[in-house]
Every structure is written in C-alpha cells, then in structure tokens.
Antibody
Framework: EVQLVQSGAEEKKPGESLKISCKGS????????IGWVRQMPGKGLEWLGI????????RYSPSFQGQVTMSVDKSISTAYVQWSSLRASDTAMYYC?????????????WGQGTLVTVSS | QSVLTQPPSVSAAPGQKVTISCSGT????????VSWYQHLPGTAPKLLIY???KRPSGIPDRFSGSKSGTSATLGITGLQTGDEADYYC???????????FGTGTKVTVL
C-alpha cells in the first residue's frame, strides 16, 4: 500500500527555521516525483514545487522560488521542505504528494498534511 | 492568485448531477492534461480524474472529466451527501513551468 506519512504539527516564531518531512512507503520512492502543496487558512491549494528523489532534481514554482528549499534523503525514503526564516504568512497546512505516476504531473497519493503555525 | 478559474460553488439535490468548470489558457489547459481533486476538510486531497478523463482505480464512474480547448469540466452524477467537498482542477502551466491548481469549487448537496 502506497503511503506518504508527514511529520507532526509545528508551532514556530517569526524568524525561526523549520524543516518538515514526508516519508514514502509501498512503492519505489526514487522513481516518482514528490510535490509540496500549501493551503493557507480558508484558501485554496498552491503548488510549491517538486523534487525527484532519484537524483534530487528540483523544480520550484516561481511564487515560492527562494522562499523554501526542498531536499530528499533517499536512504530513508523521505522528502523535506524547509524554511530558513519563517514569517506569519507561512502559517498553513502543507501536504506532500506523489506526482507523475500516470506519466503527467497528477498527484495520486497525498500525505496527511503538516500544520505549520507561525506566531509571535 | 490562480491562473485557473472555477466557480466558487455549485449545489444540487441528492441524486442529481453537477458540473464544475475550469477555465485556463493555451499555456496550461490548452496544451496539457487536466486532473481533478476532491478535498474534504481535515483530510488529504484525493485524485479523482487524471489525463482529462481517466479515473484511478477505486474512483466510481459517477465522476467524469472532459476537456475542450482551454476549458475542462468535472461531472458528478448521482450526487451523495458524501460528495460535499471542495473540488480543484490542476494542470501544468508551460509558461510558468509550474503545476497550477484552480481556484476551487465548493459542492453542496441540498
């Protein structure tokens, strides 16, 4: 069974750093892209970017380029997204998703989400 | 703001049909495959349709997708209370080199 399990909720202060994770299982982790999606409170879905675990190639949305950094540790089938200096506007639910299984960019399996709250 | 436009809400009685439109441009829908997602509050989004009109295993045929030019449509027949959710279209945008989601549509079962 394909599963993406994300790390737990985080509460941080503005200016702090953060790294959240997404562990894949039940499939060949290095063969499919992992994408990250943000949902701010009361808002829609926004795509941050994707990373290919096989070679760590990354593609960022222009809206998030320079704002987040994606990485992967394929030895433990885990993808990460990190912030070096959080802002209150980073408060959101963040989802990871497997993308490209059917050959395009569709996201067929999703993690349960990680709630990030940034407040002073 | 999203480059794909959806109606904010649609509604119908149980058993009826709803359609949700997703309008884009030649940079996205016009030249790329469209997917559709169902998102119930507090849960992970679920893929309903990929490649414009294909259903993953386990998705009932009450859900259907189509595309024409720079627009796509999701249809839901035999509406059930469990279908109350937010629905998003998604596709690659070749100009942005990014995956984009629609603005989202809330489906209400009357």
């Amino acid at each position: 069974e394909v599963q993406l399990v994300q790390s737990g909720a985080e509460e941080k202060k503005p200016g702090e750093s953060l790294k959240i994770s997404c562990k894949g299982s039940g499939y060949i982790f290095t063969s499919y892209w992992i994408g990250w999606v943000r949902q701010m409170p009361g808002k829609g879905l926004e795509w941050l970017g994707i990373i290919f675990p096989g070679d760590s190639e990354t593609r960022y949305s222009p809206s998030f380029q320079g704002q987040v950094t994606m990485s992967v540790d394929k030895s433990i089938s885990t993808a990460y997204v990190q912030w070096s200096s959080l802002r209150a506007s980073d408060t959101a639910m963040y989802y990871c998703a497997r993308q490209g299984f059917y050959g395009d960019h569709e996201a067929d399996y999703w993690g349960q989400g990680t709630l990030v709250t940034v407040s002073s | 703001q999203s480059v794909l436009t959806q109606p904010p809400s649609v509604s119908a009685a149980p058993g009826q049909k709803v359609t949700i439109s997703c309008s884009g441009t030649s940079s996205n829908i016009g030249n790329n495959y469209v997917s559709w997602y169902q998102h119930l509050p507090g849960t992970a989004p679920k893929l309903l349709i990929y490649d414009n009109n294909k259903r993953p295993s386990g998705i009932p045929d009450r859900f259907s997708g189509s595309k024409s030019g720079t627009s796509a449509t999701l249809g839901i027949t035999g509406l059930q209370t469990g279908d109350e959710a937010d629905y998003y279209c998604g596709t690659w945008d070749s100009s942005l080199s990014a995956y984009v989601f629609g603005t989202g549509t809330k489906v209400t079962v009357l």
